[in-house]
């Protein structure tokens, strides 16, 4: 079936210092990609939606200078979290809709922030 | 996308049936029924979806009732692998731009 990788899949960086997340679809163009966090005991929320070659677009509360989306190709999205704080640290999770609409999850990202 | 309803955790005993239950009453007619699973610590895995029809694959079975309004998952035969939290979401299939809304979904202990 179809794959998505995240790279990092878990990354210690200390406060203040920004971090990049890749989201990839090995084996189909992803239209669209979808940025998730999730925090321990609680369920994934929804961030951003990105569009390859356009702008994101965040959900209420999220902080789109803090939170830097780019999808620059239909296989490769990026999260970077700037100025990282250790209220930052947290699991995050890309997922690609191929185009005939299927979704599809990547392993996830494990930032802690010191 | 349609709210879902489901309970907070079950147990099931290593060998034996897992059968989830998921209310979706507000269902709309074109929206499906999926389920996911995430097990600790690992991006969310599909299982199964479903319009109307009842659908079986190699992970599991989905039995929808007739009037849509509620659905349940069964994994027949349970293994300790099985422990995870099971997301029923309803979603519009292949609505451009949709991302998944993910509910707190049923946490799985499957015991020995």
């Known amino acids: 079936g179809a794959v998505v990788s995240q790279h990092p899949s878990w990354v210690i960086c200390k406060s203040g210092t920004s971090v990049k997340i890749e989201c990839r679809s090995l084996d189909f163009q992803a239209t669209t990609m979808f940025w998730y966090r999730q925090f321990p005991k609680q369920s994934l929320m929804l961030m951003a939606t990105s569009n390859e070659g356009s702008k994101a677009t965040y959900e209420q509360g999220v902080e789109k200078d803090k939170f830097l989306i780019n999808h620059a190709s239909l296989t490769l999205s990026t999260l970077t979290v700037t100025s990282a704080h250790p209220e930052d640290s947290s699991f995050y999770i890309c997922?690609?809709?191929?185009?005939?609409?299927?979704?599809?999850f990547g392993e996830g990202s494990r930032l802690t922030v010191l | 996308d349609a709210k879902t309803t489901q309970p907070t955790s079950m147990d099931c005993a290593e060998g034996r049936a897992a059968n989830l239950p998921c209310n979706h009453s507000t269902i709309s007619g074109n929206e499906y029924v999926y389920w996911y699973r995430q097990i600790h610590s690992q991006g969310p895995q599909y299982i199964i979806h479903?319009?109307?029809n009842n659908e079986t694959n190699e992970m599991a079975s989905l039995i929808i009732t007739e009037d849509r309004k509620s659905s349940t998952l069964i994994l027949p035969h349970a293994t300790l692998r099985d422990t995870a939290v099971y997301y029923c979401?309803?979603?519009?299939?292949?609505?451009?731009?949709?991302?998944?809304?993910f509910g707190k979904g049923t946490s799985l202990l499957v015991t020995p």
């Open positions: 979401i309803v979603r519009v299939y292949g609505g451009s731009g949709y991302a998944l809304n």
């Open positions: 479903g319009l109307k």
């Open positions: 997922s690609a809709r191929d185009r005939v609409g299927e979704l599809f």
